[in-house]
């Protein structure tokens, strides 16, 4: 069965500090990966996707993360901290085959805190 | 260029009733889904609309259901409202089913009482 599981619903970091947020992912055939931000009363903004090639992938706002098949882990990362940063963030999983082709499938999210 | 366009906003209905929410996808997207946020939970989906068909069905009741029009706008109608469908309710459109992404509107937050 298809899940994602994101260790850690709330992370605090100060700002300037290394950001680290962790998803796991579990399926019987080959993931494409996303990252999602939310912030208060919005939507999901696409941070960065992992489809094929390139196992390290760049997004917006200096987000990036390395998807790692071994591991079955595709951790969100971001070197420096900033306070816009605080918002809630999501990992997500979808596939391009079978009977569940494009339908995402969450975690439950991360509520990331920036403290000056 | 407009994104996704959700409306309501914001809505409350009572329990018992039906409401039936509207989303018109960002330009050039074909498919259309829906999504249940919880508060303090990760979005669920509820169904997938692709050349005006429902094609994928998450774990939600026979209450929920849809429609796609031919320029791609979606509807959700919910009837028989319970207290547990409150939540904020997403929708989101890609041009290629969803597998490389999908861009999602600001959501209708539904509260029944």
């Known amino acids: 069965a298809q899940s994602v599981t994101q260790l850690g619903s709330h992370v605090s970091v100060s700002e300037g500090a290394l950001v680290l947020l962790r998803c796991n992912y579990s399926s019987s055939v080959p993931p494409y990966l996303f990252w999602y931000v939310q912030y208060p009363n919005q939507g999901l903004q696409l941070l960065l996707k992992y489809t094929t090639g390139a196992t390290l992938v760049k997004g917006i706002n200096g987000f990036e993360a390395e998807f790692k098949k071994s591991e079955t882990s595709f951790h969100l990362t971001k070197p420096s901290a900033h306070m816009s940063d605080a918002a809630e963030y999501f990992c997500a999983v979808t596939f391009d085959r079978g009977s569940t082709l494009g339908r995402l499938y969450f975690g439950r999210g991360t509520q990331l805190t920036v403290w000056p | 260029d407009a994104g996704v366009t959700q409306s309501p906003t914001h809505l409350i209905k009572t329990r018992g009733q039906q409401v039936t929410l509207r989303c018109s996808p960002k330009?050039?997207?074909?498919?259309v889904s829906w999504y249940q946020q919880a508060l303090g939970q990760g979005p669920q989906f509820i169904f997938q609309?692709?050349?005006?068909?429902?094609?994928q069905r998450g774990n939600f009741p026979d209450r929920f259901s849809g429609h796609q029009f031919p320029n791609y706008s979606s509807e959700l109608n919910v009837n028989a409202l319970l207290l547990g469908d409150s939540a904020l309710y997403l929708c989101?459109?890609?041009?290629?089913?969803?597998?490389?992404?999908?861009?999602f509107g600001s959501g209708t937050r539904l509260t029944v009482v």
């Open positions: 330009s050039g997207h074909d498919t």
């Open positions: 989101a459109s890609s041009w290629d089913r969803g597998v490389y992404g999908y861009t």
């Open positions: 609309y692709y050349e005006e068909e429902e094609r």
